[in-house]
């Protein structure tokens, strides 16, 4: 089965962020889309839940990620994607992800609520970091 995927759709462009407010946007995407893959109920081994995770410029939960989905199945986790200076990513690492996330999106709606919530967590960011 054939997969399109189009990045640019999931995009969500933060202009003027720090890099400690891109990685806390990407922690707090990745509890998004856990939240949304057990409200979807795409729980069977709990091996893609636990292999979603955040990661950014100034770090990275997938050392957690990979200890936890590993101790529940056996099984090895897509290798983290390649980032540039200024992005972070929510990372569901399961190699089947993609076609759960086409039948019932669990990343994509991470990223629309994040895109609600995005003007807290900076302004959280800000102030604890003095700004």
């Given at each position: 089965?054939?997969?399109?995927?189009?990045?640019?759709?999931?995009?969500?462009?933060?202009?003027?962020?720090?890099d400690e407010a891109l990685t806390a946007l990407a922690f707090h995407g990745e509890e998004l889309a856990k939240v949304n893959i057990q409200a979807n109920g795409q729980i069977?081994?709990?091996?893609?839940?636990?292999?979603?995770?955040?990661?950014?410029?100034?770090?990275?939960?997938?050392?957690?990620?990979?200890?936890?989905?590993?101790?529940?199945?056996?099984?090895?986790?897509?290798?983290?994607?390649?980032?540039?200076?200024?992005?972070?990513?929510?990372?569901?690492?399961?190699?089947?992800?993609?076609?759960q996330e086409l039948a019932n999106s669990f990343l994509y709606r991470a990223v629309e609520q994040l895109q609600e919530e995005a003007g807290g967590i900076i302004e959280d960011v800000a102030r604890r970091k003095g700004l």
């Open positions: 089965m054939p997969v399109d995927w189009y990045e640019r759709e999931v995009l969500l462009k933060i202009e003027g962020a720090t069977d081994t709990g091996f893609m839940l636990n292999s979603t995770y955040g990661l950014g410029p100034t770090g990275s939960h997938r050392a957690e990620a990979e200890a936890e989905a590993t101790a529940v199945a056996e099984r090895q986790m897509a290798g983290p994607p390649s980032l540039e200076e200024d992005q972070a990513a929510i990372h569901a690492a399961a190699e089947y992800a993609i076609y």
